[in-house]
């Protein structure tokens, strides 16, 4: 039996309220050797008090070794296997901006890059434009760019993210990723990773696309010159969170893909905010209507992206400050923990596994005086799959009924 099966035999409704809060690339690592990660070094006494009454532990998302993108690290900790559960970024970028993505479209996620004269990459996000000036470059290339058999959308998300749509009969997703991931070389060509037919129209599709853009775009913006492409992706279904879980469950996100994600998975998507003690403020307003909460802070990750160790221990310390806003509320579960590690040491995501904490009046309080990886992996919860996470958190909420006899 799959774990989603038997959490729906067990599930129960209750009254209890529960927090998941998701620091974005939360783990690191420390510059030097007996140092200090991004986490042990920020300054959070409102985490380290929390920790203190909570049961902690190492999560990995995935499995070891093996590095989890944003997707499958959220599908993991909402409770669903990422191995089978699987979620391409198109489909996320779609659904986090409403895009209708009907049965056989194929979404995408689009980056603006800049290339040089030579067609290489010097920046793969061009510089994270304003999302202002990358909306009027998609509507540019929503003008200017067509392709024979198929119908195009192209719509902007945020700063250099956009999503391309294409939407015609015989597509399939099957298709890899046209971000090198690196910088100092040319994008990747659009290649179908099957022999499926339908996926081979649509590299061809997305090849003849890339050309025209970067026609169109030449001379057009000092640094959004060129598009890469990722998370080729049909349209996905997933079970749904509250019939799963017998929970009414909201989510809070700044950035679209996150919200994407929570939607496919059935919860209700708040306003979203653009600071963080604005998504707490929305958070607050609507607790009397819910009783799951998402709650999502992105910066940990993307200043670990960047490679700034002290921007990143900013962004912790940002989320600490609003904490006890939130405790205020007096969830009876809450949750702390990231999606995958970001460690600045490496400007990517990475394998790590991430430091998470559960308090609830039922935990076996570990008296941790500070939160961060080192004390986490002498925590109570050990060295678990992030899937388990949300049982974890049903339990704590006296929402699961026994297992048998």
Not at 44 to 71: F, H, K, Q, W
Not at 361 to 377: H, I, M, N, Q, W
């Amino acid at each position: 039996m799959e774990q989603l099966d038997l959490i729906r035999s067990l599930a129960e409704e209750k009254d209890s309220k529960i927090l998941l809060l998701v620091l974005d690339g939360l783990g690191g690592l420390a510059t030097e050797p007996g140092g200090k990660t991004e986490l042990e070094t920020a300054r959070t006494p409102n985490l380290d008090a929390l920790a203190r009454e909570s049961s902690c532990g190492l999560m990995e998302l995935v499995a070891p070794g093996i590095t989890p993108g944003s997707g499958p690290g959220h599908l993991a900790l909402f409770g669903y296997d990422p191995i089978t559960y699987i979620i391409q970024r198109g489909a996320l970028e779609a659904a986090g901006i409403d895009f209708p993505q009907q049965a056989g479209d194929v979404a995408t996620r689009a980056n603006f890059c800049t290339i040089d004269a030579d067609g290489n990459i010097t920046d793969r996000r061009a510089g994270r434009i304003p999302t202002e000036e990358s909306a009027a470059l998609c509507a540019l290339l929503q003008r200017e760019v067509t392709l024979e058999g198929v119908e195009l959308f192209i719509q902007p998300v945020q700063e250099h993210r956009a999503v391309v749509v294409f939407r015609g009969k015989g597509l399939g997703d099957q298709v890899h990723d046209t971000d090198p991931q690196q910088t100092g070389v040319p994008p990747l060509p659009p290649k179908a990773s099957s022999d499926d037919p339908a996926s081979q129209r649509t590299a061809q599709l997305a090849s003849k696309f890339l050309a025209r853009v970067r026609e169109v775009l030449r001379g057009k913006h000092p640094k959004a010159n060129m598009m890469m492409l990722r998370g080729f992706s049909l349209r996905p279904h997933l079970p749904q969170f509250g019939e799963v879980y017998k929970l009414k469950a909201a989510a809070e996100a700044t950035y679209p893909m996150y919200r994407g994600l929570a939607r496919l998975v059935g919860m209700e998507i708040l306003t979203p905010r653009a600071t963080f003690a604005e998504c707490v403020e929305e958070v607050a307003s609507n607790w009397a209507k819910f009783d799951f909460f998402f709650l999502h802070y992105k910066y940990t990750d993307s200043r670990g992206e960047d490679g700034n160790f002290a921007k990143k221990v900013e962004a912790v310390e940002t989320v600490d400050a609003e904490l006890p806003k939130l405790l205020a509320l007096k969830p009876d579960v809450v949750a702390v923990t990231g999606d995958h590690s970001t460690p600045s040491k490496l400007a990517s995501h990475s394998w790590h596994p991430v430091p998470v904490l559960v308090r609830s009046p039922y935990v076996r309080a570990d008296g941790l005086t500070k939160f961060g990886e080192s004390g986490c992996v002498r925590g109570s919860l050990g060295h678990f799959a992030a899937v388990h996470l949300m049982p974890l958190l049903l339990a704590n909420a006296l929402r699961l009924a026994k297992y048998g006899a």
